[in-house]
């Protein structure tokens, strides 16, 4: 039988078990639940016959009109009643016993018997004194106030009246009796609900606690079974640790453990041949590299061959950073504590050790680690009870404890790329001198290994970054507009330039309807593949939400909306939207984040700088952005830019600024857009020589014929 069928079937044992137990419980806290909702019904019963009894006491002396005083005492019997058969209904009344049935009977039987000979022939003389026509003779002062303020003279009257004390005088005295009997019952289903719950709860507790017993049982026949075969497995483990390959494991169970003990017989055999050459651990290390040229996953295989190949409790990898000053950790195999000092709010459980480790690079020279990286020497403690460096490793019982390590560096022409660290962690295990010997060998060819798979690497990134760098240039060539649309009344020019092969700049010129035409120009922020993916999203985006219906503000808040959360945080774009009405001669602006949008009004004969507040695209999500329209007067110019043009620097360090940008347009304000851009471009020539570009350039002129 499998032992997990075998754990299967105590699993259901214990749960048909605590089912059971649940559902005895359930019984009694249901049936103590229902005792509890009688018991409190007699208590409702009882109120209601003291308020019957309140109603009989004054029914000759409230002051009421007679059918007033009728209806209520009538009421106050109706809702005895009422409680009372609620009482009697209860399901609670077969658990307490025929006992308490038979009580409830002769208070139900002793209140028909009172209300047929008692309470109704009140209520029919109440009835007669009404119809013939006292009510109106009495008032509402009450009978005996009106009897007396009205004397005695009408026979009829007192007749009525003294009928009527005597009929209640009964009902009273009979009423009395009947409480005391109600009270009787009612004490004494109260002492019984309280006995029968009492018990009820011994049975439910003595329910829990041999279910708890007898799983706690079941849990530990079935965890001594497989704990003393486990028990067996790890003593077998042990003997072959120590080097002994002379005793088998032998279990017969018939489940996974005797399945085991014919792999540890067959493993120790394998092991054996293994052992007898270093080869076999290259060719490990070779097969699981080969799968790719990751070399952090090629490291985390190299470290668990390392694992697989000695009798290490944990290990780790380190890897000498690019700056040569520290060294970082790659991966660690199990538990890896810390052989160095750390803080003492980082020991309290392995997860804080294990995060101060991920966390807190080793500077080359510090710790035992970064001196043997530091002097390309490996370490072998067999013992580290005496080491200065490892005093906290020390404490046995610890999280930090270790009995024994091994650093092996990682060299290759004398150059450390790193090192991997083996510790045994259990007291009194120590490395043996032969295992550091084959781990010295094992780091030399791991150390080629590795340095192979860099000088591969670096030939790969190459070879790659050249085709992203091809890629993402012909993408931002496919960006842009290859052919302005043409504008009734209006002539646009551009000019754009990259400071190196990618461009971090775009812009867009196209046709919203018969009468609207949209300009956009962006800067994204960073350059090469991300950038352009972010300028090909940003130009999809805005080609399909524009529409004739929305202006450029609209345009602005859909792309913000479209692309926050969709880039990653440290990717955005300042961009601005202008849109121009060929029929109103009206242009729409809207920024975000981008250069102001530069108006020269030709009869002022100045420029005009045009701003709506907007932060960059891509960066808060909930941004609103806003518009400015201007009037287009005939030779009117508009100018759009990028930062880079202003910023452009001269062979003296100078800046070429906006008010030289300025200046030059307005001096050329008579020519056409394409003109002006071709004198900006080369004036921009000029100025800046032979120097190269830092920035990227880009200018769209827009001028009204």
């Not at 061959?305 to 199990?334: H, R």
């Not at 290859?482 to 209006?490: S, V």
């Not at 000019?495 to 962006?522: F, H, P, Q």
């Amino acid at each position: 039988m499998k032992i997990r069928f075998k754990l299967s079937v105590v699993e259901l044992t214990m749960a048909l078990g605590f089912f059971i137990a649940i559902s005895i419980s359930l019984f009694f806290l249901n049936s103590m639940l229902r005792i509890k909702n009688m018991e409190y019904q007699a208590e409702r019963v009882v109120s209601s016959l003291a308020r019957f009894s309140i109603q009989t006491e004054g029914l000759l002396t409230s002051a009421k009109k007679l059918s007033d005083l009728k209806n209520d005492w009538n009421e106050s019997i109706l809702q005895f009643e009422v409680e009372l058969d609620l009482l009697k209904e209860s399901k609670a009344v077969k658990i307490l016993g025929k006992k308490r049935l038979n009580e409830l009977a002769a208070v139900e039987g002793w209140w028909k018997q009172a209300s047929e000979w008692q309470i109704q022939p009140v209520l029919k003389h109440l009835d007669s004194m009404i119809s013939r026509g006292l009510e109106e003779e009495l008032g509402s002062v009450g009978i005996m106030q009106a009897y007396y303020s009205k004397g005695t003279d009408n026979k009829d009257l007192t007749g009525s009246i003294f009928s009527l004390i005597n009929y209640r005088d009964n009902v009273e005295e009979n009423t009395e009796e009947f409480t005391v009997r109600l009270n009787n019952f009612s004490l004494g289903l109260r002492s019984q609900a309280e006995a029968y719950i009492h018990n009820s709860l011994q049975i439910v507790l003595i329910i829990v606690i041999l279910t708890i017993i007898l799983s706690m049982l079941v849990i530990n026949i079935t965890g001594r079974r497989i704990s003393g075969r486990i028990g067996i497995v790890e003593s077998a483990v042990q003997i072959l640790t120590k080097g002994d390959f002379s005793k088998n494991l032998e279990i017969k169970s018939g489940d996974e453990f005797e399945e085991l003990s014919n792999h540890y017989n067959t493993f120790k055999g394998e092991l054996w041949k293994k052992l007898d050459s270093i080869l076999e651990f290259m060719l490990q290390i070779g097969e699981s590299i080969s799968e790719g040229v990751d070399i952090n996953s090629a490291l985390h295989h190299i470290l668990d061959s390392f694992i697989k190949n000695t009798t290490a409790d944990a290990g780790a990898v380190y890897m000498i950073d690019e700056d040569q000053q520290f060294i970082d950790l790659i991966g660690f195999n199990s538990f890896f504590p810390c052989p160095f000092t750390v803080p003492a709010e980082f020991l309290k459980t392995k997860e804080s050790l294990t995060e101060y480790l991920n966390k807190h690079p080793i500077a080359i020279g510090d710790t035992i680690i970064g001196q043997s990286i530091k002097t390309g020497e490996g370490v072998y403690l067999k013992e580290i009870e005496h080491n200065e460096m490892l005093t906290q490793n020390n404490l046995r019982g610890s999280l930090q404890y270790i009995h024994s390590i091994a650093v092996i560096p990682l060299i290759i022409s004398k150059r450390v790329l790193g090192a991997v660290v083996l510790v045994k962690t259990s007291e009194d295990m120590a490395f043996t001198d032969m295992e550091f010997t084959n781990m010295k060998t094992f780091g030399d060819y791991a150390a080629l290994t590795i340095d192979n798979m860099y000088n591969f690497t670096e030939a790969v990134q190459r070879r790659q970054m050249q085709r992203e760098l091809m890629i993402a240039s012909d993408i931002q060539r496919n960006l842009l507009p290859r052919k302005i649309p043409e504008i009734k009344d209006y002539s646009i020019g551009v000019y754009t330039e990259s400071a190196r092969a990618m461009s971090g700049d775009y812009y867009d010129i196209y046709r919203l309807n018969n009468n609207k035409i949209a300009l956009v120009i962006c800067d994204v922020v960073g350059k090469g593949v991300p950038a352009s993916l972010l300028m090909v999203m940003i130009r999809t985006v805005i080609r399909f939400i524009s529409s004739p219906k929305r202006d450029a503000e609209d345009i602005l808040n859909v792309l913000n909306k479209g692309l926050t959360r969709r880039i990653g945080t440290e990717q955005y774009a300042t961009l601005s939207v202008t849109v121009i009405n060929e029929e109103s001669d009206l242009i729409s602006f809207s920024n975000a984040g981008h250069s102001p949008l530069l108006h020269f009004n030709q009869k002022e004969g100045d420029f005009v700088q045009i701003d709506t507040n907007g932060l960059p695209v891509g960066v808060e999500v909930n941004e609103t952005y806003n518009k400015k329209e201007i009037k287009v007067n005939k030779d009117d110019i508009f100018v759009l830019y990028t930062d880079g043009l202003p910023e452009t620097k001269g062979g003296d360090g100078s800046l070429y600024t906006l008010d030289r940008l300025k200046k030059l347009i307005g001096d050329n304000n008579d020519k056409s857009a394409d003109e002006i851009v071709n004198i900006v471009e080369g004036d921009i020539r000029l100025f800046k020589g032979s120097q190269d570009l830092d920035d990227d350039q880009t200018l769209i002129v827009v001028k009204r014929v």
